[in-house]
C-alpha cells in the first residue's frame, strides 16, 4: 500500500488476516475481467454486485433493514486483472440461486468480454488459514458497500 514502510505494510496485512479469519464466509469467488483497465475493472465489479443484490435480496436492498450480501474485494493487476472476493450471504439467500444469479450476472456485465469469466470456491474451516492469507496477500482490500 501506497504510504507504508516494509513493517507498517506487514503489520497491515497480519491485522486483516486476524480479522478475515473470525468471519465465517460462504464462498470465495475469482473475477476475472482480463483487462488492464483498473477504473472499468472496478465498476463492473461494484455493478455485478449491485446487480446482485437487487435479484436475490430485491429492490430494498439498501435499506438498513434488509442486510445486503457481504464481500471483501482483493483486486490483482499483475499478470491478469482480476478480483479474489470472499463472500457471506444473507440467511434468506439460498446458495444455488446466489451461484446461478451471480453466473447469470456477471456475464451480462461483462456482454462484450467473452474473456470474463467467474469461478466459485466453497469456504471451509479446514482452508480458513490458506483462503485467509490468499485474500490478504496484498493488503490491499476493498470492503466498501457499493
Not at 7 to 21: A, P, T, V
Not at 87 to 98: E, G, I, M, S, Y
Request: proline content about 2%; glycine content about 4%.
Amino acid at each position: 500500500m501506497k504510504g507504508l514502510n516494509e513493517q507498517e505494510h506487514r503489520q497491515l496485512i497480519n491485522q486483516n488476516r486476524q480479522i478475515l479469519g473470525n468471519i465465517e464466509f460462504d464462498f470465495v469467488v475469482t473475477l476475472n475481467t482480463r483487462q488492464k483497465n483498473q477504473s472499468i475493472r472496478t465498476h463492473r465489479i461494484h455493478e455485478f454486485v449491485r446487480r446482485l443484490n437487487q435479484a436475490l435480496i430485491g429492490t430494498k436492498w439498501r435499506d438498513k433493514s434488509t442486510p445486503p450480501i457481504n464481500w471483501l474485494h482483493l483486486r490483482e493487476e499483475e499478470s491478469q486483472s482480476h478480483s479474489h472476493s470472499a463472500v457471506k450471504l444473507h440467511k434468506r439467500v439460498d446458495k444455488k440461486a446466489f451461484k446461478d444469479q451471480a453466473r447469470r450476472i456477471w456475464h451480462q456485465v461483462n456482454q462484450h468480454n467473452k474473456q470474463a469469466t467467474i469461478y466459485f470456491d466453497t469456504y471451509s474451516n479446514k482452508r480458513r488459514g490458506a483462503i485467509t492469507r490468499y485474500i490478504s496477500k496484498g493488503g490491499d482490500m476493498d470492503c466498501s458497500p457499493v
